[in-house]
Every structure is written in structure tokens, then in C-alpha cells.
Nanobody, 124 residues
Framework: QVQVVESGGGLVQAGGSLRLSCAIS????????MAWFRQTPGEEREWVSC????????LYADSVKGRFTISRDNAENTLYLQMSSLTSEDTATYYC?????????????????WGQGTQVTVSS
């Protein structure tokens, strides 16, 4: 059984930092390209960042470039998202997503496995 579990969300002041984690079980982690998406109520799910299977290639949405860093630890089967200089615009539920393959993509429909999400709230 595949499980995708995010953690690390919470309430933080504007300008602060948080690190999200995503643990995966039931799949070979090093077979997976991974991504983070986020969503606010009434809005479409928004791609944030992704990382290829080896970790060599990373991509970022313009809105988070220079502030967020995606990384992975294949030995620990865990994906991370280090977020800094947070603003109220970053308030959302953050979702971890996985797809079997070498390269990551920016499209939610490419990802088969999803977590339940972790809430990030940035107070101004």
C-alpha cells in the first residue's frame, strides 16, 4: 500500500521559514520524480516546485524562486521543501506528489500519488 504523508506545516509570521517533509512508503523512492503543489480554497491547485528522480534537476515556480528549496533524501525516502521569506501569499495547503519516472513535470495530472496535504499559514 502506497502512503504519502506530508508534515511540517504550521503558523509562521511573515518573513519566517518552514520546512515541509514528505515521507513515502510502498514505492521505491528512487524510482520517483517528486513535486510540491499548493492550493487555497476556491482556487486551482498550483505547482510550486519539482525534483527529478536523481535530485540533479529542480524546477521552481516564479512565485517561489529564490525563496524555496526542494530537496530529497533517497536513503530516507523523504522529500523536503525549505521555505523562507514567507509572505501571506504563501498561505495554502501544500501537497506532495509523486510520479514514476526520471523527470518531474509541472502538471498535476502527471502525478499519480498524492498526500493529504499540510496547512501553511503565514500571518502578516
Amino acid at each position: 500500500q502506497v502512503q504519502v504523508v506530508e508534515s511540517g506545516g504550521g503558523l509562521v509570521q511573515a518573513g519566517g521559514s518552514l520546512r515541509l517533509s514528505c515521507a513515502i512508503s510502498g514505492l521505491r523512492f528512487d524510482d520517483l520524480a517528486m513535486a510540491w503543489f499548493r492550493q487555497t480554497p476556491g482556487e486551482e491547485r498550483e505547482w510550486v516546485s519539482c525534483i527529478g528522480r536523481s535530485g540533479a534537476r529542480t524546477l521552481y515556480a516564479d512565485s517561489v524562486k529564490g525563496r524555496f528549496t526542494i530537496s530529497r533524501d533517497n536513503a530516507e525516502n523523504t522529500l523536503y521543501l525549505q521555505m523562507s521569506s514567507l509572505t501571506s501569499e504563501d498561505t495554502a495547503t501544500y501537497y506532495c506528489a509523486a510520479r514514476v519516472g526520471l523527470a518531474c513535470t509541472t502538471h498535476s495530472y502527471d502525478y499519480r500519488y498524492w498526500g493529504q496535504g499540510t496547512q501553511v499559514t503565514v500571518s502578516s
